[in-house]
C-alpha cells in the first residue's frame, strides 16, 4: 500500500507540472479560457490588475474551503495537494519566467500544446484517483443540489467561462476557447483509456505446464489466476485453462514465459481499458 501511494503521489506531481506547464506558457499568453480555474484566472488577469496567476492562487484555496465547508471531506486530501501544488507553481513560474506575451506567433500550435499537456496532465491526475480542484468542486456542489451529474455540470461550467472569453478578449479568442474546450475532454478520456489498458490472457495448457505457469503469474507478475479445467474437442486430451489480467507492460514477459514452458499453449489476448479490483483500479 505504501508503495502504491508513493507511485500515485509522484504520477499527481508529473500531472500537475504537466498541467502548470500547458497553462502558465501556452494557455494564459494567448487568453485561452477553456475551462477550470485557469481560464476563470486568465479572464479576471485581463481586466484587474491582478495576474492569472495570483487569481488561480486565490480561487484554488477559495473553492478548497467552499469544497470542505458544502461538500466535508469528500474534497480529499489529494485534490488538495494537486489543487496547492498547481497553485504554487503557476505562482513560482511568474515569478521565476515573467511572459508578457505568446512564445510564438502561432496560436494553433500554441493551442495543440496547451491542450495536449494539460489533457496529459488531468488524465495522470485522474488515474491516480485525485482531481486537480477547481471547478471540479462546483461541479461536484452543483450535482449535490441539483439532478445534474458531474460530467454535465463540469461542462456548463466550464463552457460558460469559455463563452466568456468572446466577450473579455475577441471573437478568435473566444473560438479557440471553445474549440479547446472540446478538444481537451476527448484528450482526456482518450489518455486515460491508455493508461489502463490491461491485457486479458486465456491460456490454454496441459496439467504438465499449468503449475509453472500459474507460479510465474503469482509470483513474477504479482497477479491471480484462475483455473478451468476442459477437454480438447479435437484430440479429446484433459486441458488447463487460465485467466489472468496483467498490465500492459506485462504481457510480453508473460506471453514469452508461456513459449517457453509450452510452445503448443494455446494463448488469447484481448485488450480491456477497465479492471477492477486487487492489483488494478478501484482497489487498495
Not at 509522484?10 to 479560457?33: C, D, E
Not at 460558460?160 to 479568442?173: P, R
Not at 471553445?178 to 482526456?188: E, M, T
Amino acid at each position: 500500500m505504501k508503495q502504491h501511494r508513493i507511485r500515485d503521489y509522484l504520477m499527481m506531481t508529473a500531472g500537475t507540472v504537466l498541467m502548470t506547464v500547458g497553462v502558465y506558457f501556452f494557455k494564459i499568453p494567448n487568453g485561452f479560457s477553456t475551462g477550470g480555474v485557469s481560464g476563470i484566472g486568465t479572464l479576471l488577469g485581463k481586466i484587474t490588475p491582478y495576474s492569472p496567476a495570483t487569481w488561480i492562487s486565490v480561487l484554488n484555496v477559495a473553492l478548497l474551503i467552499l469544497g470542505f465547508a458544502v461538500l466535508g471531506r469528500s474534497t480529499g486530501v489529494r485534490t488538495v495537494y494537486c489543487s496547492l501544488l498547481f497553485s504554487g507553481l503557476t505562482q513560482a513560474l511568474e515569478w521565476l519566467v515573467p511572459l508578457d506575451s505568446p512564445l510564438t506567433d502561432q496560436p494553433f500550435l500554441e493551442l495543440a500544446y496547451a491542450m495536449i499537456l494539460t489533457a496529459f496532465g488531468s488524465a495522470l491526475i485522474f488515474h491516480s484517483q485525485a482531481s486537480s480542484g477547481g471547478t471540479d468542486i462546483v461541479a461536484l456542489i452543483l450535482k449535490k443540489y441539483t439532478s445534474l451529474n458531474v460530467g454535465t455540470a463540469l461542462l456548463c461550467v466550464d463552457f460558460l467561462i469559455a463563452v466568456c472569453a468572446f466577450f473579455v478578449f475577441d471573437v478568435k479568442t473566444g473560438l479557440f476557447s471553445l474549440a479547446g474546450l472540446f478538444a481537451k475532454a476527448f484528450l482526456v478520456d482518450s489518455v486515460i483509456e491508455n493508461l489502463n489498458v490491461c491485457k486479458y490472457f486465456v491460456v490454454v495448457t496441459t496439467r504438465t505446464y499449468a503449475d509453472e505457469i500459474s507460479s510465474f503469474i503469482l509470483t513474477s507478475l504479482g497477479h491471480g489466476a484462475t483455473v478451468e479445467y476442459g477437454q480438447g474437442a479435437f484430440t479429446h486430451e484433459d486441458k488447463v485453462i487460465l485467466h489472468t489480467v496483467c498490465r500492459r507492460s506485462e504481457a510480453p514477459s508473460l506471453q514469452r514465459r508461456i513459449k517457453e514452458l509450452d510452445p503448443s499453449a494455446f494463448i488469447i489476448i484481448t485488450t480491456s481499458s477497465e479492471i477492477i479490483g486487487r492489483g488494478f483500479r478501484g482497489s487498495l
